[in-house]
């Protein structure tokens, strides 16, 4: 079975290697290339045939009315890189923003030959000085390529008549995917069609980028996804090899079995993706570059990239640094808060702006603060290309306020509890930031729930009156214990564009350098088939097979009454499957769960009035929403919103600083659960993400933590919010809760992100 990009080998493929710029910034003064043999060959941005910068349009998220189509290319003659992001491009043009970036490419039948012609390749550059620390590029206007603010109330007259205020600043920095297989794609170009083989997360967006890269019609590209079993490959790859009279011979190229990485899994084994996160942008990167250089060679190649250069230049999530100033009254009141985000984009910035919007509008959390002020920054620095990451942006935002919202309550002297619900959104739903939430309700269930099987305030109390005794850790042998609560939500659904731009970025709607804007929605849609044996099939981009198997299963039995059914599911190919949109947990939490049902809506009434087999396709457009949503002139960011809690209780060791974990409960209102185990298992990876977030990957596997209590909360039967997910949820709430119970272990406030025994123990050693 072909499980990996790496798995694959066809007889006369040739590999792909990426020469890279090793300076951060600067000109590229000259490209001295020795003589190639017959068979290798190489690309430099001259010989790409269309667009030459990556055009993102509708292939990882819709960023909302707001664009973020660059405009400066850094080159000599254009103005100077001042005030816009970066295009960037598949080739660095003349200027190289970042060490790693692809230079050109090179292909050879022959990895270890075709590295030795690498070496004898001659760049020269003229180096300029760079910016790596996101604080710094904060400061330097060329840098700054977005800013976005939000206002509410008068907070300048907040502060003036502030009792006290406090202040402080968080930050997360830039933490990596973890994957199964490192970024890869094959590609063959058989002079009117190109096959990319390509573990990406999103296929349709691999194919419209090539389209505008290749300068052809995007139905002469197919993308397959893997996994896929030997004869599925060798069906593929016939059909992509064959010759003019339709014949299927494969042009004296011979499928030969590569070796195995890792354990086989059976055929009939359904399992996650092993591209499940991190793999938007930079699987398009690199499918466009095997495209490139099959497209020239007219042969087979792949490009794998090796564990190093996976590591040191693939997109790790974006860093942000929070800014938190609260202003209290005589009675601990907080009247006022202002709040600054400064999110890094890296080299370029192109689809970093929805992430900042989303972190703007939870950057005061679900509380209640009369006059506000957040200002949201993007900055770009010379370094490798950040990119979205699981939560698009709401880990980053509630660790700031959760952590913040904590040191506030103990100001007040309150259980964290207790504070929350006093400052908790009312009735009408209304954020501080002055968005409208569809869904209010569940953030008080969400908060009840999780505090009574946790036993939450006992526990609290009794911790807090223990540290209160202590007078020093020295000589302390019994462990130290700390319990820790957050809130959080997730909107589902496209951002609306209303936080007010006041920065530099162009919203320019035409299209530039084969660059299309992003002027239309994407369509999403899912195919369902009910066969003559009452079995389903479904069709679609998703790529966790397990959670669409079980929750079609469920539907099915539910809606259809098919007790007996089996659902299959079809590999992920655009020639065979539509497009249900990036394989993201929470596009699949807003989009599959609507489209699931609607299909087996149309085909509940279908098989009474039609024969088997029957088949349906649904199409879902988030215009369509926000359309309604303008029409109302209801200021709402989302269209439905998910709410989760989480406690956690730690032991902390006096002596060596390692965090053990005593119990996490987790509250969720998502909505209507379709697969409840199944959820509930997914919840249980969220949670071990979010820790690991915190904790510096000190965690490989959930069997290493205590039991994890999932309660979902009853939801009401609203057609409004049925479909509100849960993916991601836990995620954002888990690393703020750990670092509470820390806190109140140790009295050590941490700040940053991770938190390990290391900063645990630097930090005590300076005050004993």
């Not at 990882?60 to 001042?82: C, I, L």
Request: aromatic letters at 10%.
């Amino acid at each position: 079975m072909i499980n990996f990009v790496s798995d694959i080998s066809v007889e006369g493929m040739l590999y792909g290697y990426t020469v890279r710029s090793p300076v951060s910034r600067g000109r590229i003064s000259s490209i001295k290339i020795p003589k190639l043999p017959e068979g290798f060959g190489t690309v430099t941005p001259e010989d790409i045939p269309g667009s030459r910068f990556i055009s993102m349009s509708r292939s990882t998220v819709y960023n909302g009315d707001f664009h973020a189509d660059n405009v400066y290319t850094g080159k000599e003659g254009s103005e100077r890189q001042r005030n816009y992001c970066l295009k960037r491009p598949w080739l660095a043009d003349e200027y190289v923003n970042y060490t790693g970036e692809p230079v050109l490419l090179i292909a050879g039948p022959e990895k270890d030959t075709l590295l030795s012609f690498v070496s004898g390749i001659i760049i020269d550059y003229k180096e300029e000085t760079s910016v790596i620390r996101t604080a710094e590029a904060e400061t330097e206007a060329e840098y700054i390529c977005v800013t976005l603010s939000r206002r509410r109330g008068n907070v300048d007259e907040a502060f003036k008549r502030a009792y006290q205020v406090v202040e402080e600043e968080y930050s997360t920095g830039a933490q990596r995917h973890f994957y199964e297989e490192v970024q890869g794609a094959f590609s063959f170009w058989n002079g009117k069609s190109l096959l990319i083989y390509s573990n990406t997360q999103d296929p349709f967006g691999v194919r419209r980028a090539l389209a505008f890269l290749l300068k052809i019609p995007e139905r002469r590209i197919r993308v397959v996804v893997p996994p896929v079993d030997s004869a599925g490959f060798a069906e593929i790859m016939g059909s992509a090899f064959k010759n003019t009279d339709n014949s299927t011979k494969t042009s004296g190229h011979t499928i030969v079995p590569a070796a195995c990485y890792g354990e086989r899994i059976d055929k009939s084994t359904l399992y996650l993706n092993p591209g499940f996160n991190g793999r938007l942008e930079d699987s398009i990167v690199i499918a466009g570059h095997a495209a490139l250089l099959s497209f020239k060679t007219g042969k087979p190649v792949k490009m794998v990239y090796d564990s190093d250069e996976d590591f040191k230049y693939t997109a790790k999530r974006y860093p942000v640094i929070s800014r938190y100033k609260t202003a209290l009254d005589q009675a601990g009141d907080p009247i006022g808060i202002k709040v600054e985000i400064v999110m890094d984009a890296g080299a370029y910035a192109h689809g970093a702006v929805d992430v900042l919007k989303r972190a703007v509008i939870m950057a005061a959390g679900s509380y209640r603060f009369p006059n506000l002020e957040i200002t949201g920054k993007l900055v770009r620095t010379n370094r490798v290309p950040f990119g979205p990451s699981i939560g698009m942006g709401a880990p980053q935002a509630f660790l700031g306020i959760e952590l913040h919202t904590a040191r506030l309550s103990e100001i007040a002297q309150m259980d964290p509890y207790i504070w929350k619900k006093k400052y908790i959104i009312k009735k009408d739903g209304m954020l501080s930031s002055g968005f409208r939430l569809p869904d209010y309700r569940g953030a008080a269930k969400v908060l009840d729930s999780v505090v009574r099987c946790s036993d939450f305030q006992r526990k609290y109390a009794a911790y807090e009156t223990s540290k209160k005794r202590r007078t020093s850790l020295s000589g302390l042998i019994a462990p130290l214990r700390g319990i820790g609560l957050s809130l959080c939500f997730q909107g589902i659904g496209p951002v609306r564009d209303s936080v007010k731009n006041t920065g530099n970025q162009s919203s320019t709607h035409g299209s530039r350098d084969g660059i299309i804007s992003d002027d239309k929605f994407r369509r999403y849609s899912l195919k369902f088939s009910l066969g003559r044996d009452e079995n389903v099939k479904v069709f679609s981009t998703l790529q966790d097979y397990e959670f669409v198997q079980s929750s079609v299963l469920s539907i099915v039995k539910e809606e259809l009454g098919l007790k007996q059914a089996k659902v299959s599911i079809s590999p992920v190919d655009t020639e065979k499957v539509p497009d249900t949109g990036p394989a993201m947990p929470l596009l699949e939490s807003a989009v599959s769960g609507k489209l699931l049902n609607d299909c087996i809506s149309a085909i509940r009434k279908k098989r009474f009035n039609s024969s088997l087999p029957v088949e349906v396709k649904k199409f879902y457009s988030p215009e369509a929403a926000v359309k309604k949503l303008i029409a109302n002139r209801a200021v709402v960011p989302f269209t439905s919103v998910s709410w989760a809690a989480v406690v956690t209780e730690i032991e902390l060791d006096p002596l060596t600083f390692e965090v053990y974990y005593r119990g996490i409960w987790v509250s969720i209102d998502g909505g209507k659960i379709t697969a409840e185990e199944v959820e509930k298992e997914r919840v249980k990876q969220d949670i071990l993400i979010g820790l690991n977030l915190a904790s510096d990957y000190r965690i490989y596997s959930i069997g290493a933590l205590p039991e994890i209590n999932v309660v979902f909360v009853p939801v009401e039967e609203s057609r409004n919010f049925i479909f509100k997910g849960v993916h991601e949820l836990a995620v954002s709430s888990a690393a703020p809760s750990y670092i509470a119970a820390v806190t109140q272990a140790s009295g050590f406030y941490p700040n940053n992100l991770p938190v390990t025994p290391v900063t645990i123990e630097k930090y005590l050693e300076n005050i004993e």
